[in-house]
């Protein structure tokens, strides 16, 4: 008897056209459900930590936007899943897509900056200010960016859905995939990552919280850029592995599990500069005028 694939399993035997059977659907729908839902917890998580800060409970303040932070990054693993098991059982859908999509601006949109906003600017200590006047324009800023950040990601997003097959100002190898700018959960774990690491209380020197939405500005740019970042959409779960790639991720887990807080970061840090430094590094490789560079075509 030939051995079917998870895909073949699903197909419906009353289908003429071989689709998969309709309960097979709800399998990524569940894990978009799931994202949704820690996107919302993350943001009421950070409600709490909000009003526990400003009732003096720095602890229970703490575990919360500490928890606000987990859950935003789950939900960056659980966004990886939906997507692969939809293709995985060939149940891939207009629908599935536009929910995907709702459920990412939430998640990683609104949930991260409401994050952002409270954790690294509601509440600093403005008599550190070396100027009274600056408390204002500061105020106004941490709005602005926090905004900024919702608003570009929910524009990488559209612009994902529509283009087809978009090609980055600085094309790669022909044979992997490529995003075209920062994916908005990448985005959103690189906050939540941030926040984790510093052990999750909120940020008081005025300093620190201007270079906290330096980062939140530098991050929107990057969301909305045409820069290349590797999707990794070619990893496939089902393949063989080699002895080399079992003993990486072995020990990448074992890692996050005992040193979540420092890998996690270093994780966030290296995908997000990989993208800066490709960046310059084509600018500096970049051929005199006049020469005519061999297209690639890269898929987004």
Not at 48 to 66: K, P
Not at 200 to 228: D, E, K, Q
Request: with cysteine; glycine share 8%; charged share 15%.
């Amino acid at each position: 008897m030939p051995r079917l694939n998870l895909s073949e399993r699903l197909i419906d035997p009353n289908s003429p056209d071989r689709r998969p059977r309709r309960a097979a659907y709800a399998l990524p729908t569940m894990f978009t459900a799931g994202n949704l839902l820690l996107g919302f917890l993350a943001i009421m998580e950070s409600f709490r930590g909000a009003i526990d800060t400003a009732m003096g409970a720095s602890e229970l303040a703490r575990d919360h936007f500490e928890l606000a932070a987990i859950m935003i990054g789950i939900s960056v693993f659980v966004d990886g899943l939906d997507g692969r098991i939809a293709r995985m059982t060939n149940t891939v859908s207009d629908f599935g897509r536009e929910m995907d999509s709702l459920a990412d601006v939430i998640s990683f949109g609104l949930a991260p900056g409401v994050l952002a906003f409270t954790w690294g600017i509601l509440f600093i200590d403005w008599s550190l200010l070396p100027d009274v006047d600056m408390r204002v324009p500061l105020e106004r800023a941490g709005y602005f960016f926090t905004f900024v950040f919702l608003l570009c990601g929910a524009s990488r997003l559209a612009r994902f859905n529509v283009q087809v097959n978009p090609v980055p100002k600085n094309p790669g190898r022909p044979d992997r995939k490529y995003f075209v700018g920062l994916p908005i959960p990448a985005a959103a774990g690189m906050l939540a990552a941030v926040v984790y690491a510093a052990n999750s209380y909120p940020l008081r020197h005025w300093m620190a919280a201007v270079a906290w939405m330096a980062l939140i500005g530098l991050l929107s740019f990057l969301m909305v850029s045409t820069w290349r970042y590797r999707s990794f959409k070619d990893f496939n779960l089902l393949s063989p592995r080699s002895f080399r790639s079992v003993i990486t991720l072995g020990a990448m887990i074992f890692l996050i599990f005992n040193f979540s807080q420092q890998v996690l970061l270093a994780m966030g840090i290296a995908y997000t500069g990989s993208g800066i430094v490709v960046r310059i590094g084509g600018l500096l490789q970049r051929k005199p005028q006049g020469a005519s560079p061999t297209p690639e075509h890269q898929i987004g």
